[in-house]
């Protein structure tokens, strides 16, 4: 080995940059990622942001049961929505993505920062972290992408961890109840993550319990938690006890079983998906087996309470469903919470940490050559690069081509311009993407706009049926006839339809483009 590798070289492109290089660095990979990752609208920006617009605007849409249902993220609503009384939604959602980037940035380099060595390590490891994300995943989870409440409440469960491993109570329980309030699922698991890992530290005799646990301190975390989850717990608990016992088991199962199955029921992941976490989670074990760092013992600590959850969520969802309805009730139930989802992310996250301390182990013991440290930041930079074009290739949210999709966006915006606001559109349900966001109108029924109170949840899947009995009952003679159109309108209210292949109606078409067909119907008297 020549001289050259005695001297250990920094992990770092340019070492007396500080913390607002970093920053800075984090912040536009991010950016990068969010901006080819998600195009505008993102996938559920549509489905947040017209719902954050509903709580301002109450006249907005009004008469969509998805904006009128429960509002189980209301600080998101309240914070990100207020600022449509000033801007559009498209607006809105480039300057949250924007504070959500920032924050995640900001957590990222505090949390990631105590468990690498150099501060120029935490962008590393976010590059690796993203090309793994471009990748795959296993629930469908992710952390950059479009706005949403879940992005700012793992930006809070970062900052938590951070303060956890300083060991400051107080601040790391206000942050985990800020997360909770913004996104009470990834709030709670994380802090069940975070119990759970403090269980297995004192199980395996790495703390005990007497270090951490002091009444007087733990209480007033506790009593800081609560504070900071309520106004966004209270909503969210508010969900359950609303409806009867028969609408509640419906609703799970429509979630779990229906809507949400590619997130909710481990029967539905692709066999990809196992094999890849389990190589992620091959790879973590090699690289970590000999670390002895303590913040990254208590970190993995927290990576085995996900994993503890997921594998409480794979033993009740991926056998055979029970014989026994209180089993199956049981069994829908614990599905529904997403218990995969904080394990989702961090096990990839945690194999990228490993990765990263094992090449900055390497380079401290004099292994790497300063072109060798060069090459390990090249290779991270392309595999980036490579991450940010995979994702734009990913089909577009709305799954149609470019064509059909500039015609109903056209479609949308004429609609918006030309039609009364308090209208209620029947729009083609399978095929309705970001119709509220474009066009301003309410919707009778959209299958991605699904409630999650359970009474609304029937209503909607109630509301999907109807359609299509409707179509298949009132269809004669190549169109749908006066009577059935008249009968729509006493069952549904609708006041115009928008379609593609429905029809043709016994109605006055008011506007048509390529692809799309607007139709006014008679006013009943």
Same mark, same amino acid.
């Given at each position: 080995? %020549? *001289?050259?590798? @005695?001297?250990?070289?920094? #992990? !770092?492109? =340019?070492?007396?940059?500080?913390?607002? $290089?970093?920053? +800075?660095?984090?912040?536009?990979?991010?950016?990068?990622?969010?901006?080819?990752?998600?195009?505008?609208?993102?996938?559920?920006?549509?489905?947040?942001?017209?719902?954050?617009?509903?709580?301002?605007?109450?006249?907005?849409?009004?008469?969509?049961?998805?904006?009128?249902?429960?509002?189980?993220?209301?600080?998101?609503?309240?914070?990100?929505?207020?600022?449509?009384?000033?801007?559009?939604?498209?607006?809105?959602?480039?300057?949250?993505?924007?504070?959500?980037?920032?924050?995640?940035?900001?957590?990222?380099?505090?949390?990631?920062?105590?468990?690498?060595?150099?501060?120029? %390590? *935490?962008?590393? @490891?976010?590059?690796?972290? #993203? !090309?793994? =994300?471009?990748?795959?995943?296993?629930? $469908?989870?992710? +952390?950059?992408?479009?706005?949403?409440?879940?992005?700012?409440?793992?930006?809070?469960?970062?900052?938590?961890?951070?303060?956890?491993?300083?060991?400051?109570?107080?601040?790391?329980?206000?942050?985990?109840?800020?997360?909770?309030?913004?996104?009470?699922?990834?709030?709670?698991?994380?802090?069940?993550?975070?119990?759970?890992?403090?269980?297995?530290?004192?199980?395996?005799?790495?703390?005990?319990?007497?270090?951490?646990?002091?009444?007087?301190?733990?209480?007033?975390?506790?009593?800081?938690?609560?504070?900071?989850?309520?106004?966004?717990?209270?909503?969210?608990?508010?969900?359950?006890?609303?409806?009867?016992?028969?609408?509640?088991?419906?609703?799970?199962?429509?979630?779990?079983?229906?809507?949400?199955?590619?997130?909710?029921?481990?029967?539905?992941?692709?066999?990809?998906?196992?094999?890849?976490?389990?190589?992620?989670?091959?790879?973590?074990?090699?690289?970590?087996?000999?670390?002895?760092?303590?913040?990254?013992?208590?970190?993995?600590?927290?990576?085995?309470?996900?994993?503890?959850?997921?594998?409480?969520?794979?033993?009740?969802?991926?056998?055979?469903?029970?014989?026994?309805?209180?089993?199956?009730?049981?069994?829908?139930?614990?599905?529904?919470?997403?218990?995969?989802?904080?394990?989702?992310?961090?096990?990839?996250?945690?194999?990228?940490?490993?990765?990263?301390?094992?090449?900055?182990?390497?380079?401290?013991?004099?292994?790497?050559?300063?072109?060798?440290?060069?090459?390990?930041?090249?290779?991270?930079?392309?595999?980036?690069?490579?991450?940010?074009?995979?994702?734009?290739?990913?089909?577009?949210?709305?799954?149609?081509?470019?064509?059909?999709?500039?015609?109903?966006?056209?479609?949308?915006?004429?609609?918006?311009?030309?039609?009364?606001?308090?209208?209620?559109?029947?729009?083609?349900?399978?095929?309705?993407?970001?119709?509220?966001?474009?066009?301003?109108?309410?919707?009778?029924?959209?299958?991605?706009?699904?409630?999650?109170?359970?009474?609304?949840?029937?209503?909607?899947?109630?509301?999907?049926?109807?359609?299509?009995?409707?179509?298949?009952?009132?269809?004669?003679?190549?169109?749908?006839?006066?009577?059935?159109?008249?009968?729509?309108?006493?069952?549904?209210?609708?006041?115009?339809v928008l379609a593609r292949r429905l029809g043709p109606f016994d109605a006055k078409i008011i506007y048509r483009n390529r692809t799309f067909k607007v139709y006014e119907l008679p006013k009943q008297r």
């Amino acid at each position: 080995m %020549s *001289s050259e590798s @005695v001297q250990p070289q920094e #992990l !770092t492109p =340019a070492r007396q940059h500080g913390k607002l $290089g970093v920053l +800075l660095a984090l912040f536009i990979s991010f950016w990068l990622y969010s901006f080819f990752y998600a195009p505008m609208p993102g996938v559920n920006e549509p489905h947040y942001l017209s719902k954050a617009k509903f709580l301002w605007h109450a006249q907005w849409a009004d008469g969509d049961l998805f904006l009128e249902s429960s509002n189980p993220h209301f600080v998101f609503y309240a914070t990100v929505g207020l600022l449509t009384k000033w801007l559009s939604l498209q607006q809105t959602a480039w300057i949250g993505r924007g504070l959500a980037v920032l924050l995640i940035a900001l957590s990222w380099s505090k949390f990631i920062g105590q468990l690498v060595k150099d501060r120029w %390590s *935490s962008v590393a @490891v976010a590059w690796l972290f #993203l !090309t793994l =994300a471009a990748a795959g995943n296993f629930s $469908g989870e992710w +952390l950059v992408g479009g706005v949403e409440s879940k992005v700012f409440a793992y930006a809070f469960v970062f900052w938590s961890f951070a303060y956890l491993g300083e060991q400051r109570m107080k601040p790391a329980a206000a942050l985990m109840g800020a997360g909770i309030s913004f996104h009470a699922v990834v709030g709670v698991w994380a802090t069940v993550a975070v119990v759970l890992g403090f269980g297995l530290a004192c199980l395996f005799r790495k703390v005990h319990w007497r270090q951490f646990l002091k009444a007087k301190e733990v209480s007033i975390s506790i009593g800081l938690m609560v504070l900071c989850a309520l106004p966004g717990l209270v909503p969210a608990i508010g969900l359950f006890g609303q409806s009867s016992a028969k609408a509640s088991w419906q609703a799970t199962f429509l979630q779990v079983y229906y809507r949400l199955g590619h997130h909710l029921d481990p029967k539905q992941f692709p066999w990809s998906a196992y094999a890849l976490y389990a190589g992620i989670l091959l790879l973590w074990l090699a690289f970590s087996r000999h670390e002895t760092d303590a913040k990254h013992r208590a970190w993995s600590y927290v990576v085995w309470g996900s994993m503890i959850i997921g594998l409480g969520g794979f033993a009740m969802g991926a056998f055979p469903k029970p014989t026994q309805l209180y089993q199956y009730s049981m069994q829908m139930t614990a599905l529904k919470f997403y218990p995969f989802r904080l394990f989702d992310l961090l096990l990839p996250l945690a194999l990228s940490v490993s990765a990263i301390r094992y090449v900055e182990k390497l380079n401290a013991s004099g292994a790497l050559q300063t072109k060798q440290v060069i090459t390990v930041w090249l290779v991270l930079a392309i595999s980036f690069c490579g991450s940010l074009v995979s994702v734009s290739q990913r089909l577009h949210p709305s799954k149609m081509t470019a064509e059909r999709r500039a015609d109903w966006v056209d479609v949308c915006q004429w609609i918006e311009a030309n039609t009364p606001e308090d209208s209620l559109f029947l729009t083609p349900p399978k095929e309705s993407w970001a119709f509220k966001w474009y066009a301003g109108r309410a919707e009778y029924a959209c299958q991605k706009d699904c409630p999650q109170d359970a009474t609304a949840i029937v209503e909607w899947n109630r509301r999907l049926q109807y359609i299509g009995q409707w179509a298949t009952e009132n269809y004669a003679e190549g169109r749908f006839t006066t009577d059935g159109i008249v009968k729509l309108q006493a069952e549904s209210k609708v006041t115009h339809v928008l379609a593609r292949r429905l029809g043709p109606f016994d109605a006055k078409i008011i506007y048509r483009n390529r692809t799309f067909k607007v139709y006014e119907l008679p006013k009943q008297r």
